[in-house]
């Protein structure tokens, strides 16, 4: 499909150690996603699974414990210096709140301008017609540039921190939960920028979300990820059509329907208990403390069965095991 | 210029009028003072009111109201130069704090509080116990002690903004350390800084005063309230004026700044509105929809 | 107005509700209007957007808004028959947590972070239903084996903090609960919980909907969860109603063209892989302006000249259904279509 990877995040691990108890919490634990030129990737779990932590420290928000990632052949973490900050910029990042990631002391047009200031645009009318061309390329008109974030909406304001985002010439763009603050109705316009994007620009993304209808409309490939892990990858089609594993299905059976007759009669799987503590987590597959078809093998590490081309899940049974009856 | 009209929108006229006098005082006093404060005319010592000395003369023949305006600059000048020295040093100190974090940020802190726990007085004494009773010398003792609170208050403003995704979606596009904490950071804590200050103004404005009264300031013949109280103490009986006009002038500055301080925290959170802009909210309202 | 023939008084019955809140700088008019009643065993739904007037509409009436804003409540909202806006403030405190519980949005923010979760349970108990200290613990501890936490004796010990997201949201209902209500609000009490557990909250809300026999006021922008729990829904739009009906009218025989757009904003797991996303195009108007006839037709595909003229009124939508109403111009000439 593409020419190989763009960026391959290899067995990356961002452990944090928590300052009030000292436990370490093993927030990513070894986690390789790739993304190809022009490609989005899906990249999906609950909250505290480690997702939001793998995002950032792709863009060096936060400092990894072990791993690779390898950005157009180069591992970024062997990189220092000019050398670094060049290959960095190129991997920009969307925050889930576009409000709080605009200085309220700028106005939209200092705030793009400035990012072009650091990304070595000297030349001042360079930066105003480069302004006006990213405003346009995010459908915002020329106007806003006087405005401040605080008079823009949330749809409004998502767009200006991808303006920003994109003034530093990224070739991915790290996206966590960038539509989950905004209004149903909103997100269609910011979910479509990203793949008119994609079209036009060739622009690679890597969405970190939640919401998995969104993931599967707008991503090539999705990663599932449970407990700082990899439960389930595969392209949309056959990860959506055929889960293979217990954790993705049940995900999936937990999207409820809009038709109420069909909500009141369909079956949803439930989960035992609650998300262990990433401090802790179980040995073995890590969704066995919640998994309904757990077995005593599962107390040893899965391995990685192959279920097609490109689809691999993380379990003793993948395939096997169906803990929801067909969605459609 | 914006700031102004921002600042006049904010507190009112009346405190507007306040900082416009003391600025005035401060720069054009020289001017306007109709004698020189430290001119003696023992011919003309220890007068009480008159169309010649508006205030009369102290115990040396030295025109009341021109020593009493000279104290003001005094005191203004002492006060300004505090505030800078301590907010610009307490800045350095809490920004870099507050933006590396870590065991840089627990020493100096430590060091802060340290200094917190330590009363002016003691620094002053310690200060002027050394170096010898002098205006410098008051005002280097008292910017030492005033530092550790606006150190203080950097950090805590800084180590909040740090965590912002704003300041993060700077770093990500690759701001430098410099332009994150000059632009943005340092911009935040002078905000709060300023805030902070102008309540402060009034407590800073008192201890000079102290501190000279004790004798460990301004030293005479150069015009302060607090020294023209202490030399004016045993005329008391005679000349009660010449102590109850600076510590009147003393406590008019002292209640000026507290306005301002006032003024300006009410500016920044609103109360709930009076009845009679409620209704006057309501009608404007209600006219906006009908219309 | 249109009440279920046959029923008793409804348990809420709010008329010609308008809400206008007071800035120093600005005056906003989040609800307008708005009317609707809920019976007995009956959940609705009200659905909404940011800007909407959902949560002000339900939270006003019981003095629940934040402090420092000046409100004018204009109206009336007959809580069991009584005017809730026209009662004390002594009245209004026996009704809060006692015939009406309230569930926050933000668990956290509903529980005091210094005091034990058993303590503060209880003392909703005692409050409301006059039971001593000893015995309102022990209904707290019942309470939290309700809502499904397991060993609930050792978290009545505990304190939010030690909790997870869906656990203290757990503790939140039954805080709700506690006074034994009529009426439960519930303000988008899945929003902050993952989608596995937004399940497990909305099973535990209508299992206890039946055994309490309580009606429920949903305030959520969630269609899922929606179709999952709802019997009626209203359908909010710049502080006013747009539609309202059964929740099988409203849902799939909506007539509102924001419902519709609304309702097809929700992505599907039957929308093609790589397809474009549907949605609405601009935003909601400014409350603090004076809208001119229907507030969703600057965004709206289906306008017609008579949209300008005036709020549009309630209309009923064609179809069987009585009680399925909405405020539009092109479902009156659909109507007038079909009676002719």
Known sequence: MMPGPLIDIVDLKTHFRDRRTGAEVKACDGVTVSIGEGEIVGLVGESGCGKSTLGRTVVGLERPSSGKIIFRGEDLLSLRGRRLAESRRQVQYIFQDPYSSLSTRQTIGQAIDEALVINGEKNAKARQKRIEELLAAVGLPTQIMDRYSREMSGGQRQRVCIARALAANPKVLICDEPVSSLDVSIRAQIMNLFLQLRDEMGMACLLIAHDLAVVRQAAQRVYVMYLGRLMEIGESRALYDRPSHPYTQALLSAIPDTDPKQERVRQRIMLNGDVPSPVNPPTGCRFRTRCTAAQAVCETPPPAKVMGPGHIAACHFAGEVNLAPARH | ?291 | MIQTVGSATPILDVRNLTVTLHTPKTSVRPVDRVSYTVNEGEILAIVGESGSGKTILNLAPLGLLPAGVDSDIEGSVRFEGQDVLTSGEDKLRAVRGGGIGVIFQDPLSALNPVRKIGRQIAEVAEEHLKLTPRAAEQRAGELLSLVGLPDPLSRLQQYPHELSGGQRQRVGIAMSIAGEPRLLIADEPTTALDVTVQAQIVSLLKDLQRRLKMAIVMITHDIGVVSGMATKVAVMYAGRLAEIGSVDDVLTRSVHPYTLGLLNSVPTLKAPIGSRFSGLPGSPPDLSRRIDGCAFMPRCSQAIPNCERGRPPLVHAPGDSPEHLAACPVVMNKLADELA
Request: aromatic share 10%.
């Open chain 2, 1 to 291: 210029m914006k700031a102004i009209k921002d600042l006049y929108k904010a507190v009112g006229l009346p405190i507007c009028f306040l900082i416009g006098f003391f600025i005035f005082i401060a720069v054009f006093g020289k001017y306007v003072s109709p004698y020189d404060p430290n001119a003696q005319n023992l011919l003309k010592a220890s007068q009480t009111f008159s169309a010649e000395h508006w205030f009369g003369t102290d115990n040396l023949g030295r025109d009341t109201l021109s020593r009493l305006v000279a104290g003001a600059r005094t005191t203004l000048f002492g006060v300004t130069l505090v505030l800078l020295m301590a907010g610009s040093v307490g800045m350095v100190i809490g920004t870099i704090s507050g933006y590396f974090g870590g065991w840089l940020d627990e020493i100096l802190m430590r060091i802060i509080d340290f200094g917190l726990s330590v009363p002016s007085l003691v620094v002053a004494l310690a200060i002027v116990g050394v170096f010898g009773p002098d205006f410098w010398n008051m005002i280097l003792a008292l910017a030492i002690a005033w530092v550790p609170i606006y150190a203080r208050l950097a950090r805590g403003v800084v180590a909040a903004a740090v965590n912002q995704p704003y300041i993060e979606s700077l770093r990500v596009l690759g701001a430098s350390r410099t332009r994150i904490i000059v632009k943005h950071l340092t911009p935040a804590a002078l905000g709060s800084v300023l805030i902070y200050a102008s309540a402060d103004a009034g407590v800073l404005a008192l201890n000079i005063a102290n501190l000279s009264f004790l004798g460990l300031g301004v030293q005479p013949p150069q015009a302060e309230w607090g020294q023209m109280l202490v030399a004016a103490l045993p005329y008391l009986e005679e000349a009660p004026r010449l102590v109850i006009l600076p510590g009147l002038s003393l406590t008019i500055m002292v209640i000026g700044f507290n306005l301002l301080g006032e003024a300006i925290a009410l500016a920044k959170n609103p109360r709930p509105m009076s009845k009679r802009r409620l209704f006057q909210r309501r009608r404007e309202f209600l006219k906006e929809i009908a219309a």
